[in-house]
């Protein structure tokens, strides 16, 4: 057994010299920074091996930028920006790929390394490396238009997407047992002219507490539907219709709906989505709220306007990405209850190796009509029951990372990716 552990030591602190150093190999292949949380690095440095993957954007000869997108079938819509930099200077190129709501993980990477390996090609053919390429092309067997009719695809589902999923959960211990159930089902169909959501959520939490002498029943429930028609109005303003229904018993609902038309005006077209975004985002919309009890204004029900205007900022550029919205919302019958939501998710890459990230959220609250007259009980505030009086709400969250050593990260190694046991 010692002998063992002083060969396993030997290993670990003598590495064989036989290794060679694959960047220096490399030193004039092409470097690339490869923006993307959603690849699979280790696939893509098997795949596109000819290339230097460096971990900081000044070192590279390309830089991408990589984006994706819902689509209307519940896929993504990918969109990769290659921009030269140094001797590449002033070259740019825009790929987009498509992928299914129910493809596989490698159904994905695979066109995702196809449509990284296309646009690399201009790139990789100015240096050495350019013999590795082995450029073929499928064989078309349309000669021309007249040979065959081509019709366009036959889709029995007519773009009508239908999406369910259920969630649940026990966990029983000696003294609590909890019980969480999270069922969805959603319904969506989008044209380049129009689009229909329609979703529906349920919350249901049972939690049961053994006090001794006693035993302690709690229960949350909560159930939304929400539903929107938008159509398009050309590259900048779209109109439509929103609408919502809530039943929660935490926050005094018996029954709210709310219904209204609203509009949309977008600064930059719609077709550059996937990068930059800023919308303005106004509705106007009738509310019926039923309350399970009296509320502090002594109402059991009450029927009122409201208006809410959202402001949203998308931004994805090499520096960094910027997410910002401001929703502001009132009544009309008393403009002195109404709620201000702000959110700010900000990374920008200061300088090499070196990077911040901001995500924050402010509520401002004055628009609490639903709370019950009898207030909460201490098992309500405890147990999360019941939705408390506050004027404010603060969240935030500062992340500073630091990055040093080789600039290169090409070296594919799964050893030990699997210590869960450890960690």
Same mark, same amino acid.
């Given at each position: 057994?010692?002998?063992? /552990?002083?060969?396993?030591? +030997?290993?670990?602190?003598?590495? @064989?010299? !036989?290794?060679?150093?694959?960047?220096?190999?490399? &030193? #004039?292949?092409?470097?690339?920074?490869?923006?993307?949380?959603?690849?699979?690095?280790?696939?893509?440095?098997?795949?596109i091996s000819v290339i230097n993957?460096?971990?900081?954007?000044?070192?590279?000869?390309?830089?991408?930028?990589?984006?994706?997108?819902?689509?209307?079938?519940?896929?993504?819509?990918?969109?990769?920006?290659?921009?030269?930099?140094?001797?590449?200077?002033?070259?740019?190129?825009?790929?987009?790929?498509?992928?299914?709501?129910?493809?596989?993980?490698?159904?994905?990477?695979?066109?995702?390394?196809?449509?990284?390996?296309?646009?690399?090609?201009?790139?990789?053919?100015?240096?050495?490396?350019?013999?590795? /390429?082995?450029?073929?092309? +499928?064989?078309?067997?349309?000669? @021309?238009? !007249?040979?065959?009719?081509?019709?366009?695809?036959? &889709? #029995?589902?007519?773009?009508?997407?239908?999406?369910?999923?259920?969630?649940?959960?026990?966990?029983?211990?000696?003294?609590?047992?909890?019980?969480?159930?999270?069922?969805?089902?959603?319904?969506?169909?989008?044209?380049?002219?129009?689009?229909?959501?329609?979703?529906?959520?349920?919350?249901?939490?049972?939690?049961?507490?053994?006090?001794?002498?006693?035993?302690?029943?709690?229960?949350?429930?909560?159930?939304?539907?929400?539903?929107?028609?938008?159509?398009?109005?050309?590259?900048?303003?779209?109109?439509?219709?929103?609408?919502?229904?809530?039943?929660?018993?935490?926050s005094n609902y018996k029954f709210?709906?709310?219904?209204?038309?609203?509009?949309?005006?977008?600064i930059f077209p719609y077709s550059?989505?996937?990068?930059?975004?800023?919308?303005?985002?106004?509705?106007?919309?009738?509310?019926?709220?039923?309350?399970?009890?009296?509320?502090?204004?002594?109402?059991?029900?009450?029927?009122?306007?409201?208006?809410?205007?959202?402001?949203?900022?998308?931004?994805?550029?090499?520096?960094?990405?910027?997410?910002?919205?401001?929703?502001?919302?009132?009544?009309?019958?008393?403009?002195?209850?109404?709620?201000?939501?702000?959110?700010?998710?900000?990374?920008?890459?200061?300088?090499?190796?070196?990077?911040?990230?901001?995500?924050?959220?402010?509520?401002?609250?004055?628009?609490?009509?639903?709370?019950?007259?009898?207030?909460?009980?201490?098992?309500?505030?405890?147990?999360?029951?019941?939705?408390?009086?506050?004027?404010?709400?603060?969240?935030?969250?500062?992340?500073?990372?630091?990055?040093?050593?080789?600039?290169?990260?090409?070296?594919?190694?799964?050893?030990?990716?699997?210590?869960?046991?450890?960690?």
């Amino acid at each position: 057994m010692n002998k063992l /552990l002083i060969f396993l030591l +030997a290993i670990i602190a003598f590495p @064989s010299y !036989s290794q060679t150093d694959s960047t220096i190999r490399k &030193d #004039k292949a092409l470097n690339v920074y490869l923006d993307c949380s959603y690849c699979d690095m280790d696939y893509l440095r098997t795949e596109i091996s000819v290339i230097n993957y460096v971990r900081d954007r000044s070192e590279a000869d390309v830089d991408i930028v990589a984006s994706s997108i819902q689509t209307g079938s519940g896929g993504q819509e990918f969109t990769f920006v290659f921009i030269g930099q140094g001797k590449f200077k002033g070259q740019r190129d825009t790929l987009k790929i498509n992928t299914t709501s129910f493809v596989t993980d490698d159904a994905q990477r695979k066109p995702i390394a196809q449509s990284l390996k296309l646009g690399l090609i201009r790139y990789i053919a100015k240096t050495p490396f350019a013999d590795k /390429l082995n450029i073929s092309f +499928a064989k078309d067997t349309i000669q @021309s238009s !007249s040979d065959v009719n081509v019709n366009p695809v036959v &889709d #029995k589902w007519k773009s009508w997407v239908f999406t369910t999923s259920i969630l649940g959960t026990v966990n029983d211990q000696q003294l609590t047992d909890q019980i969480l159930l999270l069922p969805t089902f959603s319904i969506s169909k989008v044209t380049p002219n129009w689009k229909l959501n329609l979703s529906y959520n349920l919350n249901y939490q049972q939690s049961t507490f053994n006090l001794g002498d006693s035993t302690l029943k709690a229960i949350i429930r909560t159930q939304s539907f929400s539903g929107s028609y938008v159509r398009s109005i050309g590259e900048h303003f779209s109109a439509g219709l929103v609408s919502s229904i809530n039943i929660s018993t935490q926050s005094n609902y018996k029954f709210q709906s709310k219904i209204g038309p609203a509009l949309e005006y977008s600064i930059f077209p719609y077709s550059e989505c996937t990068h930059k975004q800023l919308r303005f985002l106004y509705a106007v919309y009738d509310v019926n709220n039923k309350y399970v009890d009296t509320t502090i204004y002594g109402k059991i029900g009450q029927n009122t306007l409201a208006e809410a205007l959202t402001v949203y900022s998308q931004y994805k550029q090499k520096w960094g990405s910027l997410t910002a919205q401001v929703t502001g919302a009132h009544y009309f019958y008393d403009p002195s209850k109404f709620e201000l939501n702000a959110s700010l998710s900000l990374s920008v890459n200061v300088f090499e190796g070196f990077s911040v990230s901001i995500s924050s959220f402010a509520n401002i609250i004055h628009d609490q009509i639903y709370l019950p007259l009898a207030g909460p009980t201490e098992t309500d505030i405890l147990l999360g029951l019941q939705t408390l009086a506050t004027t404010y709400q603060i969240m935030t969250a500062v992340q500073v990372t630091y990055t040093f050593g080789s600039i290169y990260n090409n070296i594919v190694n799964p050893r030990f990716n699997l210590l869960f046991p450890y960690n």
